[in-house]
Each structure stands twice: as structure tokens, then as C-alpha cells.
């Protein structure tokens, strides 16, 4: 087998990956079997498993991207685009985090490391838009970058299992201005007509 | 068999629920098997059964009890006390519901009927506590009462999503002061030190 360079490496390991969502997706977390993982990813169990060690490896793998570029684009583009992204990812996808929850729940180690799943650079500088915010007035500063960064943590959570158990989530335009104004600071807060 | 009284009736209802709540949580939904649960609530299947006609039912009138509890608090005491309950509730209950997800995210009829889960007065209650908060100007009128309500529901999902997975919520003093700042009027929102 010829050795594979650097780029060829990680386009492999993109496309397991995207594989395996697509995968995880549509049969959910138990229902993705190793020979509907081979179909939909298009390659052996040798190649696959040579990627990731185990089927809850490839899902903490996939779990941790998706970590990191929510991070990335909150980082980036600020508060609605994360509000978005969600409002607009696969409901069935989301519905398998649900389903891998019961792992969580139950593995008091995998827990600790789901909480560390997203890569630092990628929380530092969630973290750092944060703080640019609050010492710009944007957002509060009375309470910490950590805690805000929590409270959203909630918001986006409420959202993913709503769209994951069939529900319609509240209109984007409805979550941003409430999200704004819980962690806007004083100069940026919607005016209210009341 | 002797006649109950409505006051019996009721009382032995309750028991019902009130061991089987444990029993769900316990066990979890798919685990709280017949034998189980005539063991947790001291009633024979039939005794049980005569009360509700499945294991479904039942949980659907334990959900229905807790939302009606939960609107209920809102409605007497504020929104301090819907949060303070769900942080306080037991995880092992709150993880019964995810898993009672699976059946919500696949059966579109069941999904409706729990859209309309809690009873009328208790949510008409609700409603009508956010719309003395909204003309009091101690809530927003920039936003419906409903869409208020829609957005508390994302937050009460996310803690209980949170805490039934195994993690610790944000705290009590967070959540209050970040969701009372979300839905206040002008004239209730904290000062910002910023």
C-alpha cells in the first residue's frame, strides 16, 4: 500500500467522518452497524477502524468537530450565527447525540472527557470573543466570560433537543433578541416598549 | 369489591403515579418492566392498569402532572421558582424523558398530543402571569406572551437536558439573573457594570 502524504491523510479521515454522520444519522447511534457504516462510508472495516479505534471513538471524533466549528464560527461571526447554525442542523444527527446521551449519563470518564471535547485553541478563542465583548460594553461584565459562556451553553442545548425530539424551536429572530439582551451589556440592549 | 369515594379515588391514583414516577427513574422507561412496577407501587397489574391502560398512559400522565406542577409554580411564584424546581429535580427522572424522547421523535400523533400535555387552566394560568408581568412593565411587551413562554421552554429544556445527561447545570444565581434579564422590562433589567 503506497504511503499516503499529510493531505491525503487528513481528506481520508474528512471523509470517514462525513460518512459516519450521514450514517449516524440515518440509522442512529445503535442502528449504525458496522456494515452500514462500510456502505455509507464506501470503504472496508480495516480502513475504517484503522482511522478510529472504536464506534464510540468515530462519534467523539465527529462530536468534537462539530464542537470546534460551532466554537469557530461563534468565535467568528458571534452569537446568531451559532443560534443558526443550530436552528439549521439536521434534526436527525442532533437526535443521535440524544441517543449517545445515555452513554454519558451512565460513564462518569467519558463524561469528564466530553466536557474537554472541543480543541483549546477553538474554546480560547470562544473564551476571548467573550471578553472582547464585555471590555468593549457589548456584552455584561458582571458576571464572568466562563458564565456567560455556560448560560449559552443552556440556550443551545434547549434548542438541539427541541429540534431533536421533533419540536419546533422558537424563530431565530425570537432567540437573538432574548439571547442579545440576557448577556448584552447595558449600551447594547434592545429597547423596550413597555 | 366496596365502592371509593372520589376522595379515594383520587388518593390511589396518585399512589400509582407516585410509584411509578420511581420506578421510571429507577429503571428508566424501557426497564420499568410490569413486575417492576407493581413492585415500586404495591398494586397488582391489574389494580394498576385499571387506571391507566398502558405503560405509555401512565407516563404520559406523570409528564402531564409535572408540567402542570411546574406552570403552576410559575403562575404562584415567579420565574425563580420554575428554574430553582428543575435544578432540584432528580436527573435519574429527568433522563426518563430522553429516553421517553425517542418515542416523541417518531410518532408525529403522540408528539402533538404533547404539545397539549398540560391542562388548560395551568397553562392559561402561565399565560396569564406573563401578561400581568408585560403590562406591570416588570417583562417585556416588545415579544408576545407566548413567544416569552416559547423561550423560557428553551432554557427549562437545556438545564433539564444538562442535568439528566449527568452535567452540572449553571447556578441557580446565573440562571436568574441571565433569564430575568432575557424577558425583563426596561424598568427591571439589572444595572450592568459595564
Not at 451559532?82 to 442532533?94: K, M, Q, V
Not at 468593549?136 to 433537543?161: C, H, N, P, T, W
Amino acid at each position: 500500500m503506497p504511503k499516503l502524504s499529510e493531505k491525503d491523510k487528513v481528506a481520508r479521515r474528512e471523509r470517514v467522518l462525513d460518512g459516519a454522520r450521514r450514517c449516524f444519522a440515518k440509522y442512529g447511534y445503535e442502528g449504525a452497524t458496522v456494515v452500514r457504516l462500510e456502505q455509507e462510508i464506501g470503504m472496508s472495516r480495516g480502513a475504517i477502524f484503522n482511522w478510529f479505534p472504536s464506534k464510540e471513538e468515530l462519534f467523539i471524533a465527529l462530536a468534537a468537530r462539530d464542537n470546534a466549528r460551532l466554537l469557530h464560527l461563534f468565535a467568528e461571526e458571534g452569537l446568531e450565527a451559532i443560534l443558526d447554525a443550530l436552528l439549521r442542523d439536521d434534526p436527525d444527527w442532533l437526535a443521535v447525540y440524544l441517543e449517545f446521551g445515555r452513554r454519558l449519563r451512565t460513564d462518569e470518564e467519558l463524561r469528564e472527557r466530553w466536557k474537554t471535547i472541543a480543541p483549546d485553541d477553538a474554546r480560547e478563542r470562544s473564551r476571548g470573543w467573550i471578553e472582547a465583548a464585555q471590555s468593549e460594553g457589548r456584552m455584561r461584565s458582571d458576571v464572568s466570560a466562563q458564565e456567560i459562556g455556560q448560560f449559552l451553553g443552556v440556550i443551545l442545548d434547549g434548542i438541539a433537543v427541541q429540534r431533536a425530539l421533533g419540536f419546533d424551536a422558537p424563530s431565530p429572530e425570537l432567540l437573538h433578541l432574548l439571547t442579545s439582551d440576557a448577556v448584552a451589556g447595558a449600551r447594547d440592549r434592545a429597547l423596550v416598549s413597555d
